[in-house]
């Protein structure tokens, strides 16, 4: 698989990570088989990035993503690197109680995470949101240390802004940033992508699909589960929605001219706008997975972009992308 760079610092990627989070989390129901199948397959089709959370079903992904590596051919696990974010706190209801970026918790959190994953050292760990409590350089200089001993790799952020990413890179090098990156979700293209370009940190980017809504299998009628994301996210409500699946017809019409499907466009889209954005697919079976890695044989011309740009513009989306409490926990948004 064509691979891409994480960062001036960091390794070579496949340059589709695996993000593991649905597999656990957020997204109603998964089946733990095929989530297992899913992630033997992404490593089999040369994915190298498995990407995953603590938090995520309070530990449940991290222990799936230890089965699937440790029942995965040698070969294939050894390829496998891991990205990890810590920080957000759970209760025993799935409750979320904020975030804790102080040192102590920071190799508190690592090493509950070495375990349940069952290995040495995590490749790149970051924490998840930015803790408004605790300055950054003691966030990442915890984790600078975790690197020094040898339990991580390489160091990340997620959902950080402009300044804090420039105030984390003088700390200790940043490999990537990880952040919402979609047709419709772009605000990263104002101050946060000109930063990350100008310091050599890359950006996986995370809902590609929007979660489901523009991959072009989501339906208006679709029920969620109360804990599912997608109840409670803006741009999936009522005439929100309308709206949002009148631009996914659009993109579909773009879709069927060049014989590829919504969800291939909409990657593809991602994957063209730099070496150093590294989409991660939220495919938890192994169909949507074939139909995400397809995306790397889809090439969009300059005709194909105008195209694309004009049927979904920057700002088309009707809906934030959080619901305003979790958007105000945003440091990317300040
Ligand atoms: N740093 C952060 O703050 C943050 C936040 C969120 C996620 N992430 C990471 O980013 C990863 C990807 O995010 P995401 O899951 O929201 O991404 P996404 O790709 O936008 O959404 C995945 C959802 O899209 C649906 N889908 C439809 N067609 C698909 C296809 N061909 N391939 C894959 N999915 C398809 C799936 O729904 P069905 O399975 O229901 O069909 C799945 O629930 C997560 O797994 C997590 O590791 C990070």
Known sequence: ???????????????????????????????????????????????????????????????????????????????????????????????????????????????????????????VYRIARVDPGVPIEETVGAIAELVEKGYVRHIGLSEAGADTIRRAAATAPVVDLQIEYSLISRSLEQSILPTTRELGISITAYGVLSRGLISGHY???????????????PRFQGENLDHNLALVDSLRKIAEQKGVSVAQIAIAWVLSRGEDIVPLIGARTRER??????????????????????????????????????????????
């Open 1 to 123: 698989m064509e691979t891409r760079p994480l960062g001036t610092t960091g390794p070579q990627v496949s340059a589709l990570g695996l993000g593991c989070m649905g597999m656990s989390a957020l997204y109603g129901t998964a089946d733990r088989a095929e989530s297992i199948a899913t992630i033997h397959a992404a490593l089999e089709a040369g994915v190298t990035l498995l990407d995953t959370g603590d938090f995520y079903g309070m530990g449940h992904n991290e222990m799936l993503i230890g089965e699937a590596l440790r029942s995965a051919p040698a070969a294939r696990r050894e390829q496998a690197l891991t990205s990890v974010k810590f920080g957000a706190l759970r209760g025993p209801d799935g409750e979320w109680g904020g975030v804790d970026g102080r040192p102590a918790a920071v190799k508190n959190f690592a090493a509950y995470s070495l375990q349940r994953l069952g290995v040495d050292h995590i490749d």
């Open 219 to 233: 339906t208006r009628d679709r029920r969620l589960a109360a804990n599912d994301f997608r109840s409670h996210s």
């Open 289 to 334: 997975l074939t139909e995400s890695l397809g995306a790397l044989d889809v090439t969009l011309d300059d005709a194909d972009l105008t195209a694309i740009e004009a049927a979904v513009p920057a700002d088309a989306a009707a809906g934030e992308r959080y619901a305003p409490a979790q958007m105000a926990t945003l440091d990317s948004e300040r």
